[in-house]
């Protein structure tokens, strides 16, 4: 799905195709067919973007392989679908019976990251269609921070600038321009904007990027860590923009919050959120001028050794989706999400040209709901889809 913003930049709407389980090419075909073309033709759109989850052992298989690259991209023209931008946070089994930390492995220390990384990219090259301007992949914000130290520092930004590196390689032979963002997210090295200007940022250059590993790696911001951080958005995108680190994406997600989380019913409420699979790390609002309170995952938050006090709102990793919050007693940060969309593309120039819908939850939402089957699901992105569309419309922006 594409959107004509008023100064003419063609903004690009996709939705992650990391909410499917998939390991090989065949898997990413019969996603493409099934769930690309059913949201597509629930929104009668006529073309609809997916921001693909490619795990490393496909991307390994197309990288390689001019012709299974073909065999997908056929799969993407036949399904009216197209591809400008990639997820390559996880690495594989997204979908394991448990992730929860492995997520983030292998980080950016070790050079399997950086293999990947390059795979996914020449892949991407070749997925694109052929007027769009450039490409875009998420990353791991570095690592998880415990453990971390300067040395892992080093390493992590030595592989960034082979990754820099590679893609200027990539951009000299294929003709395309390809991005990478690292992705803030709670509890990791770079949990915050103000992590990623430290971490990354440097001095604006005529480039418009101030990065410490060139104008092709900056930030991907997802709504539902910077919900979860309390970050408030005009400052966020503006932190970014005073250290030069573009947005090389914007993941359209929403968290959920519990405003007064001491009650026995929003306590209970939460519960039904403490699930095994994913990762749900938990701040509870700051006093003025003080840092949120934080928590590893739910149910450390609700009942471990050391839980949260309660006293203050609690907003919790977990996707959600962005059309529909929680059931009460809880709420969601979509009115945050709307914020961010109108600071980052209703302004004189977009922040950004892609957005990327992400509830990847889907299938471990409370049971009451969660969707009954394919066909739910379906019209659970597709709902997801048209909210995004309309919100960018109130902003001025026009389908085409």
Known sequence: MRMRHPDGTTVHIAYCTNVHPAEDVDGLIAQIRRYGSGVREALAAERLG?????????????AA??????????????AGCEVVTLNAFPYARFHAARVKHDVFAPDWTAPERLEYTLDCARVLARLMPD???????????????????PERTDLALANLDRLAGGLDGLASEEGRTIRVGLEPEPGCVVETTAGAAAHLGGRPRPSGSGSRVGPRVGVCLDTCHLAVGFEEPAGALERLRGVGLPVVKLQASAAVEAPAPGEPGQRAALEAFAEDRFLHQVREGPAVGGDPGARDDLPEALGGADPLPGRDPWRVHFHVPVHRPPAAPLTGTGGHLAEVLRHALGGAAPVTDHVEVETYTWSVLPES????DDAGLIAGIAAEMAWTRDRLGELGLEEV
């Open 50 to 62: 997916l921001g693909l989850w490619l795990p490393a052992p496909a991307a390994r298989a197309l």
């Open 65 to 78: 392989s001019a012709a299974e690259t073909k065999r997908l991209r056929a799969a993407l023209d036949a």
């Open 131 to 149: 007027d769009a301007v450039r490409g875009s992949i998420s990353t791991v914000p570095l690592g998880w921070r415990e453990g971390w130290g």
């Open 369 to 372: 709901e969660r969707p009954a």
